[in-house]
C-alpha cells in the first residue's frame, strides 16, 4: 500500500467521524527498514517518523536530517533512564513515558538541557503483564505526577492486546484523556488506525502498510 494510499484512508476515516480533515497525524514507522525504503518515504515528502529503539535512532536520522531538515523524529518504544539523555537529543516526542522513576529522570535532564521533547503517557489499557505503561486506575494519578514536574505532557499512548476489539482500548485511552485535559491520542497501527481516528487519534502509528514487511533477519 502507499503513503497515498494511507493517507487517503486518514482523510476518509476522519470525514465519516466529522473531524476536520489532517487532524490526525501519520506517523510512518521506521524501525528496522532498510535505509533506501527510509529515503523513498521522505522522498514522497513525508516529514514524520517513529522509531522504537534510540540506538537504531541514532545510527539512522543523523544523516538523513542533514538532507531533510525539517524531519521530526518520535520515540515509540520503551525507554531506559540511562538513554533518556540521548532520547532528548534525537526525538521531538516520546510516546513511552510510563513510570515515576522515568519522569523525574526526565525532569532532570529538561532542567539541565533546558529542553524537552513532547510527551505521551504510555497507558497499558489491556492491564497485560508483560506489557509497558500505567495501569488505567493509575493513569490520573501519574498524568498528575508528571505535571507537577513541569513536564510536557501533550496525550496519551497505548498498544491494545492483539486479540480483544482495539476500539474498546481506543475508547478508553479517550476517556482518559479527555477527564485530564490532554488532547494528544497516539493510538493505531497498520491494521486498526480507521477505529483510531474515528475515536479521535490524533497520531496513528503505521509501519508495514507503509514500507512493507519488516526483515528482522
Known amino acids: 500500500m502507499s503513503l497515498a494510499e494511507i493517507t487517503?484512508?486518514?482523510?476518509?476515516?476522519?470525514?465519516?467521524?466529522?473531524?476536520?480533515?489532517?487532524?490526525?497525524?501519520?506517523?510512518?514507522?521506521?524501525?528496522?527498514?532498510?535505509?533506501?525504503?527510509?529515503?523513498?518515504?521522505?522522498?514522497?515528502?513525508?516529514?514524520?517518523?517513529?522509531?522504537n529503539?534510540?540506538?537504531?535512532?541514532?545510527?539512522?536520522?543523523?544523516?538523513?536530517?542533514?538532507r531533510f531538515d525539517d524531519v521530526k523524529v518520535h520515540l515509540l518504544g520503551p525507554l531506559q533512564t540511562n538513554k533518556a539523555r540521548q532520547a532528548m537529543q534525537?526525538?521531538?516526542a516520546i510516546h513511552s513515558l510510563d513510570r515515576p522513576k522515568l519522569a523525574t529522570t526526565l525532569a532532570r535532564l529538561a532542567q539541565e538541557l533546558g529542553k524537552c521533547p513532547d510527551l505521551f503517557i504510555q497507558v497499558n489499557t489491556g492491564e497485560e503483564p508483560q506489557k509497558a505503561g500505567v495501569l488505567p486506575s493509575g493513569a490520573d494519578e501519574f498524568i498528575a505526577e508528571c505535571r507537577g514536574l513541569d513536564l510536557p505532557v501533550v496525550g496519551l499512548m497505548c498498544i491494545p492486546p492483539v486479540d480483544e476489539e482495539p476500539a474498546l482500548?481506543?475508547?478508553?485511552?479517550?476517556?482518559?484523556a479527555k477527564r485530564n485535559d490532554l488532547a494528544g491520542l497516539s493510538m493505531g497501527?497498520?491494521?486498526?488506525f480507521e477505529r483510531a481516528v474515528a475515536l479521535g487519534a490524533t497520531h496513528v502509528?503505521?509501519?508495514s502498510?507503509?514500507?512493507?514487511a519488516r526483515d528482522y533477519g
Open 53 to 66: 529503539k534510540v540506538q537504531e535512532a541514532a545510527g539512522k536520522w543523523p544523516g538523513f536530517r542533514q
Open 209 to 212: 502498510a507503509i514500507f512493507g
Open 169 to 176: 482500548h481506543f475508547a478508553l485511552l479517550a476517556k482518559i
Open 8 to 51: 487517503q484512508r486518514i482523510h476518509r476515516a476522519e470525514e465519516l467521524a466529522g473531524r476536520d480533515i489532517g487532524s490526525t497525524r501519520l506517523i510512518a514507522v521506521s524501525k528496522v527498514q532498510p535505509d533506501e525504503r527510509v529515503e523513498a518515504v521522505l522522498e514522497q515528502g513525508h516529514r514524520l517518523f517513529g522509531e
Open 189 to 192: 497501527m497498520s491494521d486498526d
Open 205 to 207: 502509528r503505521v509501519g
Open 90 to 92: 534525537l526525538f521531538e
